[in-house]
Structure formats: structure tokens, C-alpha cells
């Protein structure tokens, strides 16, 4: 069972005086929590003059201060506070409010002048008691914060993709017919949207080819806002999917899917020069970084394999992957890439540019440049 957020101390200082006397009142009272709370109000006297007589500030010669003397169970209280004093007959006639702030053990909360001390015959009840109630308005530190609900907007999305109503743009995708809304596409896919420009119909669809139709259906779901595949499956269909997104320039799931085959580390001697060629020509820079460098540890074996011969036939691949050989075995830096960054990672770059609202995608030399360019600073 959860605790109240507010409680009230209530505070009777009794025989209360109001004379030229420096005097202090205390009182230690536990709340509706448990926990205590220790109230100071500290009567300053007057100033004695040469001729006998007193002189003061009436406004100023109270003050108080209140501290958490026992916090419950906990080494820290967060509270917003208000001081409330109470006549003979229960009204209100002064009020203080302390910001909510978090106290440790035996700290002062606050100290402040009591302004009304000229009203004080007004306020004592039977003439000597001062009523002072502490409304102890509660926060816990420890607790998650309270529960809102998640913007719907997403879901959405996404039952207007399942479901066919206002669909107004069609493709053909092997033999399967698969809608969507050209908005949405206009919004996410400037490419795809582009397709849909001379318009559609269930009769007479735009064809897409070289896509498997589960592919596109992931595609439409992370343009309308869906989570990225399973990692398994962007595994199993990463070369699809990657295919898929450059065509329609969805840079986001194929960044998520150059992640995952990174991560799950597809690459093996057999097929490390397919995948250099692949990730040049879809412009993966992660998936190529990663397959340069196992080609640089492995090589001996991979110039023996079959791919490697196809590999040969690109004598700007075949640059890049000698120099990688060359530069790590001799320890020596790759100038192309600039002085400064050229040991930056390419996940690394991205997240300087995604943090600074750069685009993410384009090669690493387009990435360097980006952060050149833009003179960012981390």
C-alpha cells in the first residue's frame, strides 16, 4: 500500500510570549507518514536605547525554520512545504510556501522572517498558543515517475497500414498486390513516392520488381512508423532489404540492417570480397569497414578463394584493400581520410552527425567530410 503524498504536522506552541525577551520555541512533530519534522519560531528581542527604552523592526523580530529530523526509512525527503497559521477560530492568516526542495537528514529546509509579527495578538488562541500547521506535500525519489500513457500516433500508423481504408496507391510485387497511402510514401519516401506519380489501381498497379513482397511489406512498415525487423530476419535477408532500401532511399532500416550483419558477423574467407563489392555498391560503409578489416586478417586465404578474381575486376576495391593491408602491417596512417578523424569509426561518425542533426548516410569519406564541412566539434 503506497504512502499518502500529503500529510500535515500541526505544531501548539503554548504559553506562547510575545515580550522583549529573546526567546525560542521547538517543537518535534511526526506527521501522517511517520516522519518527524522539528519546528523552530525564535522571538528576537528589541534594541535597548541609551534612555532605557526599546527600539526594533516589529516586522522583522520573528522568525522560523524547519528542518526533517527523522525522515522514515529514507536518507533524503523531497517536499514542497507550506507553513499555514491559524487564529483562535481556524482561519487562515499567514501562509509561507517552501519550493519543493530534497533534503538529507538534519538539514535546515528554511529559514525566513515572520512579517506579520505585528498581527501576532490576532493569532495567538486563548491569548498565549500559536497554531502552526506544516502541509507536507510528498515526492519519492525512489518511485518511477506517474504513468502516461504513450503517445498513439505510431499505432496508428500502422492500423491505417493494415487496414485497405483510403489507400490510393498499388503495387505488383511478384504475384501479390500490396497498398499503401501516397501520402505516407511522399512523407518518408521521396523515391518510392515518385513511383506512384503517373497514379494506380488495384486493376492497373505499379510494378516493382527485383523485391520479395515480405521484404516491401517490412519497408512499408518502417516507413510508417514500425519497428525495424527481427534481428534474425535482417540477418537472413539482410542483402534483400538493403537492396530494397537503397532503391527507395530508406536510410534508416538499411542502416539497421548493415547493423545487424555487422553484429552477427556474416563474413567468412569464402565470401569477404562479395561483401566488400556489395557494401561499395549500396554504399554501407560500416558493413565494408567491417569486411576490409577481416580481409586484412585473413588475406593470404581470401587472394586463393573464387570471389577474390571477381573482386580484381575493380581495380578501385582492389586499392582500398591493398593500402588496408599495407597500412596496417606497416603501421602506417591512410592520408586519405584526413589528418584529425581518419581514426574514427564509421559508427562513430554517425553518431557525431546524427547528434548535431547531420545526415547519416554516404560513405566514410562523405561522412568525414560532412563533419569537416560543418566544422562540428565534440
Not at 9 to 28: I, Q, W
Not at 96 to 105: C, D, E, F, G, R
Not at 161 to 168: R, T, W
Not at 175 to 202: F, P, Q
Request: with cysteine.
Amino acid at each position: 500500500m503506497s504512502l499518502s503524498p500529503v500529510s500535515v504536522a500541526c505544531y501548539k506552541f503554548e504559553d506562547f510570549s510575545e515580550d522583549g525577551n529573546y526567546d525560542e520555541y521547538c517543537l518535534n512533530i511526526a506527521d501522517g507518514r511517520g516522519t518527524m519534522w522539528q519546528l523552530y519560531f525564535t522571538v528576537n528581542p528589541l534594541e535597548e536605547q541609551e534612555d532605557g527604552s526599546t527600539h526594533g523592526d516589529d516586522s522583522v523580530r520573528g522568525y522560523i525554520y524547519l528542518f526533517c529530523d527523522q525522515p522514515n526509512d529514507v536518507d533524503r525527503i523531497t517536499a514542497k512545504v507550506t507553513l499555514v497559521v491559524r487564529n483562535q477560530s481556524g482561519d487562515v492568516v499567514h501562509k509561507h510556501n517552501i519550493p519543493t526542495t530534497t533534503y538529507h537528514l538534519d538539514a535546515e529546509i528554511d529559514y525566513f522572517d515572520f512579517p506579520e509579527w505585528p498581527k501576532l495578538k490576532e493569532m495567538l488562541v486563548e491569548g498565549k498558543h500559536l497554531i502552526i500547521d506544516a502541509v507536507i506535500q510528498y515526492q519519492n525519489d525512489e518511485q518511477a515517475p506517474f504513468y502516461v500513457p504513450k503517445n498513439p500516433f505510431g499505432q496508428n500508423m500502422l492500423k491505417l497500414l493494415d487496414s485497405e481504408e483510403d489507400k490510393d496507391v498499388f503495387f505488383n510485387i511478384g504475384s501479390e498486390i500490396i497498398s499503401a497511402h501516397k501520402l505516407i510514401l511522399k512523407a518518408n519516401s521521396t523515391v518510392l513516392a515518385n513511383y506512384c506519380a503517373g497514379g494506380s489501381s488495384k486493376d492497373s498497379p505499379i510494378h516493382i520488381k527485383d523485391t520479395k513482397p515480405d521484404v516491401f511489406r517490412h519497408l512499408l512498415n518502417f516507413l510508417y512508423g514500425g519497428d525495424v525487423p527481427k534481428e534474425s530476419y535482417m540477418v537472413t535477408y539482410g542483402r534483400e532489404i538493403i537492396d530494397a532500401c537503397d532503391k527507395f532511399d530508406v536510410v534508416g532500416l538499411k542502416i539497421a540492417t548493415e547493423n545487424a550483419l555487422v553484429h552477427n558477423r556474416v563474413i567468412n574467407v569464402d565470401d569477404v570480397a562479395e561483401w566488400i563489392h556489395f557494401a561499395d555498391a549500396k554504399t554501407c560503409p560500416l558493413l565494408k569497414e567491417y569486411a576490409l578489416s577481416y580481409f586484412v586478417a585473413c588475406y593470404r586465404d581470401v587472394l586463393k578463394t573464387e570471389a577474390y578474381k571477381s573482386m580484381k575486376q575493380c581495380p578501385r576495391l582492389m586499392e582500398e584493400a591493398m593500402i588496408a593491408v599495407y597500412t596496417t602491417f606497416n603501421g602506417v596512417e591512410d592520408e586519405r581520410l584526413g589528418q584529425t578523424r581518419r581514426n574514427f569509426s564509421v559508427d562513430e561518425l554517425r553518431y557525431y552527425l546524427g547528434k548535431v542533426g547531420l545526415d547519416v548516410d554516404g560513405s566514410k569519406e562523405m561522412l568525414l567530410f560532412r563533419l569537416d564541412d560543418r566544422n562540428v566539434t565534440f
